[in-house]
Structure formats: structure tokens, C-alpha cells
């Protein structure tokens, strides 16, 4: 069996692992796409590294578009293979990938309309909403701890990695000349307590494992200490400053813990009546999601629902999709939050939020997740900023911004490598670090090492290995 690494090696987007059988079957491990790259992205995505038609099966760890977006791409371009996910990944991937299509052709209208002036012919987005539309009829939804047999060779089991609504490490085993080989890929692992979802679990006994790396290097702090940082922010932007806060985040994850955290505080009276405001239609049908698959949840959020009927919506909350109601709060000067998607803040209508509020004392930009170097997100937080370009135009950086990483859905290095104790590292080959910066994998990799992990190896994009 060989296996080969085309995306998410040594760095943090677009992930994509091919598996290889001895028989050939060719099994894919996600399909994501990469984002936060500049001008490079367009053309990382358009190449995928291999025949899509050959793909027999895809097994997707969760809906996050750097793991699922180009799903639709490859069904363009031929796949018609099955995509086995979790069941609340398949339901997501519905509205995410639709969602990414639909972003894709806009800005592929604006794009074109530059390269008109300059006499240049139009391009075409990488996929349509139609492609998005039709990859679903390809979708398999299998309920968590439960083996899905795909063939005589082949079988998967899914369990929960805490990191979002669906997600799973992909447990694989397969048969190759009588023996079985047990492989997981643990897609991106989530926090110890999350404050919706169930708590990772324990998964069964490997001989190889993929695993994430992205806080490899670094610790968060508690869940009390962040709420109690949002808390002061809120206080100090919105009620003694009156300004805005602004808070970039991923639509589906992020946006529903951060209202659920609010939604908390507004139950204890620690927040006046602030208006809250969620301006993202991917939110906004994502929440619905969530409210379907309760059995993802964990048990505080199943007790808050014994009192509150809707731990994802409070009085002052207010849900945007229209865009014309978007671009009026840019020109309402009421202190309020608002939560819009990127939460790399490197596209969606939250880029726009930025531009019309960054030169304003009275506001706040708050990061809440990882961000890649060359992100915008990223970029407003170099320290000494006074100036940044933002949709081709400069503005002066005179708002707060500020950050906190304890609301990412990854594990810190502490909580990723407790995750992994339920294995037996002396039954494990080798360990592959996907889906982090390469010099945090070297740091990760040496505590792993330290931890008495044999092998581990930090492969190159386009890495083959045979295992």
C-alpha cells in the first residue's frame, strides 16, 4: 500500500491524502481547498495532483472547506465514486460547498471585469453551484462508531474528534494479502471541552496515523479566561468606547460557539442589551444544521436546552443574509457585534466590515482562530501596524485588535498529544504530520519523539511512502 501526500504538507490548507492499495483501488482522504494564499491559490486548487475519475472512493474527515471544497471540482472533472463522511458532515457539506461555488462565481465576475480593461479574456470559477449540487448524490452518511464496509477490502469507522459539528478521525482498515493494516487520519483535532460538541473520544488501535499539527508549538488558555477576555472586550468597545465590534469567523463552528458563549452571558446579565449581530447566509443555515444533530451534543449545552428552547439565539440577536442589510451597518454608527465569515477575514463579507472600521479608535477587530501567515487575519496583527491595504485600497489602523486563540476549534500541542495517548505507540510504524507550518511541525514532531513516538515524519507535498 502507498500513500502520498498532495496537500496540507507543511502548511495548513488543503488537505489531501491519497491511499493506494496493493489491488490499486485509490482511496482519497479529503479533498480541501487551499485558502489564504494570495495569488498562488487559484492555481493550487485548479491543480489536484491526480486523476479524479481514478478515485474509487472519498473519505472525508469533516465539512471545513479546506478539507472538503474541491469535492465539486472533482466531480467536474469525472469522480463518480462514493463520498463516506459522517452524517452531519454530509448535511453541511450541502449549504458549505453550494456556498463556496456561489462565492467563487462573484468574485470571478469582479475578477473578469479587471481583466476586460485590460483586454485579457475572462476566466471561469473552478466549479459552479450546479457541480456543488450534483456531488451530493454521491455523499454516504455513516453514524459515528459504526464500521461501514465499502468492500471485502475495505472498511471505516468514524469517531469523534470534538473539532466541529461532523467531525471524525477516518479509521481504515485494510486487507492486503490476509493481513490487515489499521491507518487513521485523525483530520483536525478539537479541544478536550468543547463548549458545544462532545468531547474527542478514544479511537481503536493503529499501525499508521496522519495527524494535524497546526498548534504544535504553542498552548491555550483556559475556557474561563477567554470568556472573561470576550466579556471585558465587549465591555470596553461596546459600552465605554460605543464602537463596534468586529469578530472574523468560520461560518460554521466558530460563529455558532462564540453567539452560544454570548447567549450565556446575556442569560447571566454580565452584557446589556447589545445587539448582536451574525451577517453570514452560511450562518445562518448552518445554525440550522446544528439544531438538527443534537446528538452531537455535549451534555451542558443538552442542559441549557432544558431552559432555554434556542442556546444559538437570544432577544438581541440579529441573523443577516440580505446583502443591501450588510452594507447598512457600515453605515450605522450604534454600537453593536458583529460575527461574519471569513475567519481568516481573507474573504466574505467580513473583509468589508474590516475596511469600513479599522481607522476607527472606537472599534475592535477580534480574531478568534488560527489565521495563515499571508491572511489578512494575519496580517492586521503585526505588531506596530499603521497602515494595511484591504480590497486594493490603504486605510489607517487605528481600532483595537486583539485575539483569542483558546475559541479555536484545534487543540493546543498539550491537547493533541493527550488525544493520541489512547494509543499504543509501540504498535504504531510511523506517525505523518499533515496540516500545520513547518517549523511548528519540527517543534510538535520533537515532543512527539520525546513522548517515545518511534518514527515521525513531516512529509513534502507530492511525498510518496509505501507503508
Same mark, same amino acid.
Given at each position: 500500500?502507498?500513500?502520498?501526500?498532495?496537500?496540507?504538507?507543511?502548511?495548513?490548507?488543503?488537505?489531501?491524502?491519497? =491511499?493506494?492499495?496493493?489491488?490499486?483501488?485509490?482511496?482519497?482522504?479529503?479533498?480541501?481547498?487551499?485558502?489564504?494564499?494570495?495569488?498562488?491559490?487559484?492555481?493550487?486548487?485548479?491543480?489536484?495532483?491526480?486523476?479524479?475519475?481514478?478515485?474509487?472512493?472519498?473519505?472525508?474527515?469533516?465539512?471545513?472547506?479546506?478539507?472538503?471544497?474541491?469535492?465539486?471540482?472533482?466531480?467536474?472533472?469525472?469522480?463518480?465514486? &462514493?463520498?463516506?463522511?459522517?452524517?452531519?458532515?454530509?448535511?453541511?457539506?450541502?449549504?458549505?460547498?453550494?456556498?463556496?461555488?456561489?462565492?467563487?462565481?462573484?468574485?470571478?465576475?469582479?475578477?473578469?471585469?479587471?481583466?476586460?480593461?485590460?483586454?485579457? &479574456?475572462?476566466?471561469?470559477?473552478?466549479?459552479?453551484?450546479?457541480?456543488?449540487?450534483?456531488?451530493?448524490?454521491?455523499?454516504?452518511?455513516?453514524?459515528?462508531?459504526?464500521?461501514?464496509?465499502?468492500?471485502?477490502?475495505?472498511?471505516?469507522?468514524?469517531?469523534?474528534?470534538?473539532?466541529?459539528?461532523?467531525?471524525?478521525?477516518?479509521?481504515?482498515?485494510?486487507?492486503?494479502?490476509?493481513?490487515?493494516?489499521?491507518?487513521?487520519?485523525?483530520?483536525?483535532?478539537?479541544?478536550?471541552?468543547?463548549?458545544?460538541?462532545?468531547?474527542?473520544?478514544?479511537?481503536?488501535?493503529?499501525?499508521?496515523?496522519?495527524?494535524?499539527?497546526?498548534?504544535?508549538?504553542?498552548?491555550?488558555?483556559?475556557?474561563?479566561?477567554?470568556?472573561?477576555?470576550?466579556?471585558?472586550? =465587549?465591555?470596553?468597545?461596546? =459600552?465605554?468606547?460605543?464602537?463596534?465590534?468586529?469578530?472574523?469567523?468560520?461560518?460554521?463552528?466558530?460563529?455558532?460557539?462564540?453567539?452560544?458563549?454570548?447567549?450565556?452571558?446575556?442569560?447571566?446579565?454580565?452584557?446589556?442589551?447589545?445587539?448582536?449581530?451574525?451577517?453570514?447566509?452560511?450562518?445562518?443555515?448552518?445554525?440550522?444544521?446544528?439544531?438538527?444533530?443534537?446528538?452531537?451534543?455535549?451534555?451542558?449545552?443538552?442542559?441549557?436546552?432544558?431552559?432555554?428552547?434556542?442556546?444559538?439565539?437570544?432577544?438581541?440577536?440579529?441573523?443577516?443574509?440580505?446583502?443591501?442589510?450588510?452594507?447598512?451597518?457600515?453605515?450605522?454608527?450604534?454600537?453593536?457585534?458583529?460575527? &461574519?465569515?471569513?475567519?481568516?477575514?481573507?474573504?466574505?463579507?467580513?473583509?468589508?466590515?474590516?475596511?469600513?472600521?479599522?481607522?476607527?479608535?472606537?472599534?475592535?477587530?477580534?480574531?478568534?482562530?488560527?489565521?495563515?501567515?499571508?491572511?489578512?487575519?494575519?496580517?492586521?496583527?503585526?505588531?506596530?501596524?499603521?497602515?494595511?491595504?484591504?480590497?486594493?485600497?490603504?486605510?489607517?489602523?487605528?481600532?483595537?485588535?486583539?485575539?483569542?486563540?483558546?475559541?479555536?476549534?484545534?487543540?493546543?500541542?498539550?491537547?493533541?498529544?493527550?488525544?493520541?495517548?489512547?494509543?499504543?505507540?509501540?504498535?504504531?510504524?510511523?506517525?505523518?504530520?499533515?496540516?500545520?507550518?513547518?517549523?511548528?511541525?519540527?517543534?510538535?514532531?520533537?515532543?512527539?519523539?520525546?513522548?517515545?513516538?518511534?518514527?515521525?515524519?513531516?512529509?513534502?507535498?507530492?511525498?510518496?511512502?509505501?507503508?
Amino acid at each position: 500500500m502507498k500513500l502520498k501526500f498532495l496537500g496540507a504538507a507543511r502548511e495548513v490548507t488543503g488537505s489531501k491524502h491519497l =491511499v493506494i492499495t496493493n489491488s490499486g483501488k485509490k482511496i482519497l482522504l479529503d479533498c480541501g481547498m487551499y485558502q489564504g494564499k494570495g495569488l498562488e491559490t487559484d492555481a493550487l486548487n485548479r491543480n489536484l495532483g491526480f486523476d479524479p475519475a481514478e478515485i474509487d472512493h472519498l473519505i472525508l474527515s469533516h465539512a471545513h472547506i479546506d478539507h472538503s471544497g474541491l469535492i465539486p471540482y472533482m466531480y467536474k472533472l469525472g469522480f463518480r465514486g &462514493s463520498i463516506i463522511t459522517t452524517n452531519a458532515t454530509r448535511d453541511l457539506c450541502a449549504i458549505m460547498l453550494a456556498d463556496s461555488a456561489h462565492i467563487q462565481e462573484l468574485d470571478i465576475k469582479w475578477f473578469n471585469k479587471k481583466r476586460a480593461k485590460n483586454n485579457l &479574456s475572462p476566466v471561469e470559477p473552478i466549479y459552479s453551484v450546479f457541480d456543488a449540487e450534483d456531488c451530493m448524490k454521491l455523499f454516504i452518511g455513516i453514524g459515528y462508531e459504526r464500521r461501514f464496509y465499502i468492500d471485502n477490502e475495505v472498511n471505516v469507522k468514524f469517531t469523534h474528534t470534538g473539532h466541529m459539528l461532523g467531525s471524525a478521525v477516518v479509521n481504515l482498515q485494510i486487507t492486503e494479502n490476509g493481513q490487515k493494516k489499521h491507518l487513521a487520519f485523525t483530520g483536525d483535532i478539537g479541544r478536550p471541552h468543547n463548549r458545544i460538541l462532545k468531547s474527542p473520544t478514544a479511537f481503536p488501535p493503529c499501525d499508521v496515523l496522519i495527524t494535524e499539527s497546526t498548534y504544535g508549538d504553542r498552548l491555550h488558555t483556559s475556557e474561563a479566561e477567554s470568556e472573561d477576555e470576550l466579556l471585558n472586550i =465587549v465591555i470596553q468597545t461596546c =459600552v465605554q468606547n460605543k464602537g463596534k465590534l468586529i469578530i472574523p469567523a468560520f461560518s460554521v463552528g466558530r460563529t455558532q460557539e462564540i453567539v452560544f458563549v454570548l447567549n450565556n452571558l446575556f442569560n447571566k446579565g454580565l452584557i446589556p442589551s447589545i445587539k448582536v449581530i451574525v451577517d453570514s447566509p452560511l450562518s445562518v443555515n448552518a445554525t440550522e444544521v446544528f439544531r438538527l444533530h443534537t446528538e452531537c451534543m455535549n451534555q451542558a449545552v443538552r442542559d441549557v436546552l432544558n431552559h432555554d428552547d434556542d442556546p444559538f439565539g437570544f432577544k438581541s440577536l440579529r441573523l443577516i443574509k440580505n446583502v443591501e442589510e450588510s452594507k447598512a451597518l457600515n453605515q450605522s454608527e450604534e454600537p453593536c457585534i458583529i460575527i &461574519s465569515a471569513s475567519g481568516m477575514a481573507e474573504a466574505g463579507r467580513v473583509k468589508h466590515h474590516i475596511a469600513n472600521n479599522i481607522s476607527n479608535w472606537r472599534n475592535t477587530i477580534l480574531l478568534v482562530g488560527y489565521c495563515s501567515p499571508t491572511s489578512l487575519g494575519a496580517r492586521i496583527q503585526e505588531p506596530g501596524l499603521r497602515f494595511i491595504s484591504i480590497l486594493g485600497e490603504m486605510h489607517e489602523v487605528n481600532a483595537r485588535i486583539a485575539k483569542i486563540d483558546a475559541f479555536s476549534g484545534h487543540g493546543d500541542y498539550k491537547e493533541m498529544i493527550e488525544f493520541l495517548e489512547c494509543q499504543d505507540k509501540e504498535l504504531i510504524r510511523t506517525v505523518f504530520l499533515v496540516h500545520g507550518e513547518y517549523e511548528v511541525q519540527k517543534n510538535y514532531r520533537q515532543k512527539l519523539l520525546e513522548k517515545g513516538y518511534r518514527t515521525v515524519l513531516i512529509p513534502a507535498f507530492g511525498e510518496e511512502f509505501e507503508i
